[in-house]
């Protein structure tokens, strides 16, 4: 099998080749060769080198294409050069033992564990049949014992799965199901790093579902596993984690039918690297945590969880935080889930659609306006009991997607709102000191002024004023 090159990574690769001393071997191995395979085009290249220090050899390589040089690992001679375009990253790795087929037998999966020696010769080493499980569209470990021995590669088989829509080989998916617990052993960040990638998957409700099936899903969020007491009723088809998971797959068929405008915000980054796309997703699996604590059967047997959306986003904010999830990332996810109802309960309110309260909405929610209404048309979507009818289903939709293109013409049309009095002027006028009171007042202001009760700074005063105490 051949490799076509661009022009600069063969430049890169011809530059990394004459650095090599004569008794040197030089492989690549990794994603770009997985990649390569199946046609998908990606800018790093991952080296082994054996025979030669690889972390000198970086340093080289750095100086002679003024590249930037990074120790990653000292112990493991491990070193990454971020190219001078910014764009393109190298690593170089020492060879484990000094032997290539040593180093791919520890590696996690099959299908990464495909090589090309550059160096001396230039040939491709396939010893775990990584290319036959690529064209058949299969995930299989190459051993439990390197399973076990790095529990995040339970997490990496749903992630692959999830990212290039394969299968999962029966016996890979019954050592995850066997050792799913030992995740537990593995730092939350480097967890937290293979769950966003899983959700930037455009099919990670089929994984999700996998999961749950493991039981890892209910290890990474025991706030899940309290769902699967709540069975279906006259609003939910399905039980409640069920529509949970089935909340994210219609939301992933939302965001294919999308229009331009909704893609491109969801396909940029929140922070960290981390896009929207897979924040959303995730907060549409999470969104009815506060369920279980706010179940209800009334006499008629209707089932209630009453105030579950505000509920589920407090209950969310400890364990997030614990996942290492960004301050950023936390309140996003959080804000999705505490007004996922909001648009919906709207839409029933004000079938006349009315700008005032429409707009009031898109003022409150800002820039998570088109992600909450992704969500609330997933959860509709998701819930179709006997008491739904196709109607109920269809006029709801049809509100929140025309809420959706109202937003777009709000954005370029309307003018940000005013700030009548900064929190200065509040505590000089009220006579209090900067805290958590005068905090309330700055958002109780902003609130008047979303619901147009409040319009100038003279009508802001009077309001401070009366809601002072």
């Keep these: 099998m051949n490799f076509d090159f661009n022009d600069f990574n063969k430049a890169a690769i011809d530059n990394v080749i004459s650095l090599l001393n004569k008794k ?39 100086d002679k294409t003024n590249g930037y040089f990074i120790l990653l690992d000292n112990e493991h001679e491990i070193a990454r050069v971020v190219a001078e375009d910014k764009f393109h990253y190298f690593d170089f790795a020492r060879c ?6 040593h180093d791919l037998k520890r590696r996690d999966l099959t299908i990464n564990a495909i090589c090309m020696e550059l160096y001396p010769e230039n040939k491709i080493i396939d010893k775990f049949n990584g290319i036959e499980d690529l064209k058949n569209k299969q995930i299989k470990i190459i051993s439990e014992k390197n399973l076990t021995d790095d529990p995040l590669r339970i997490l990496r088989v749903f992630r692959f799965a999830s990212l290039l829509n394969f299968d999962i080989e029966q016996n890979t998916f019954e050592l995850a199901q066997k050792h799913h617990k030992l995740i537990h052993n593995v730092a939350e960040e480097r967890i937290l790093t293979e769950l966003l990638k899983l959700f930037e998957g455009e099919n990670s409700a089929k994984t999700i579902k996998m999961m749950k099936e493991t039981g890892l899903l209910y290890e990474l969020f025991d706030l899940l596993e309290k769902e699967v007491k709540i069975p279906p009723n006259t609003h939910h088809h399905l039980p409640l984690i069920d529509h949970s998971i089935e909340t994210v797959h219609q939301v992933e068929i939302k965001i294919q039918e999308a229009p331009d405008f909704v893609k491109e915000k969801l396909n940029s980054y ?11 997703k995730l907060a549409c699996l999470l969104h009815d945590v506060g369920k279980p604590t706010t179940w209800t059967i009334e006499e008629n047997g209707r089932h209630r969880f009453i105030n579950h959306d505000a509920v ?22 959080t804000t999705l889930v505490r007004n996922h ?29 088109i992600d909450v209404l992704l969500l609330a048309m997933a ?24 809420y959706l293109y109202m937003y777009k013409d709000f954005c370029e049309t309307s003018k940000p709102l005013p700030k009548l009095l900064d929190g200065n002027e509040i505590s000089e006028i009220l006579n209090i000191k900067k805290g958590i009171r005068l905090g309330e007042i700055i958002k109780e202001l902003n609130n008047a002024q979303l619901s147009g009760e409040v319009n100038t700074k003279e009508e802001a005063i009077i309001y401070i004023k009366s809601i002072k105490e």
């Design 96 to 101: 484990e033992n000094d032997d290539i087929e």
């Design 270 to 280: 929140q922070t960290n690297g981390v896009k929207y796309l897979s924040l959303l």
């Design 312 to 333: 589920g986003a407090e209950l969310l904010k400890p364990d997030l935080k614990k996942m290492k999830f960004s301050k950023a990332q936390i309140k996003y996810i």
């Design 341 to 369: 109802i909001y648009p919906s309960q709207l839409a029933r309110e004000n079938e006349e659609a009315n700008e005032k309260p429409v707009h009031r909405m898109f003022r409150k929610l800002e820039d998570c306006t």
């Design 379 to 402: 959860d509709r979507l998701s819930a179709q009991g006997e008491a739904v009818t196709k109607e109920m289903t269809k006029n709801n939709l049809k509100a929140l997607t025309k």
């Design 24 to 62: 040197s071997e030089l492989y690549l191995v990794g994603g770009f060769l997985r990649d390569k395979i199946l046609g998908k085009e990606t800018l790093d290249l991952d080296f082994v080198v054996k025979g030669q220090d690889a972390i000198e050899l970086a340093r080289d390589f750095a």
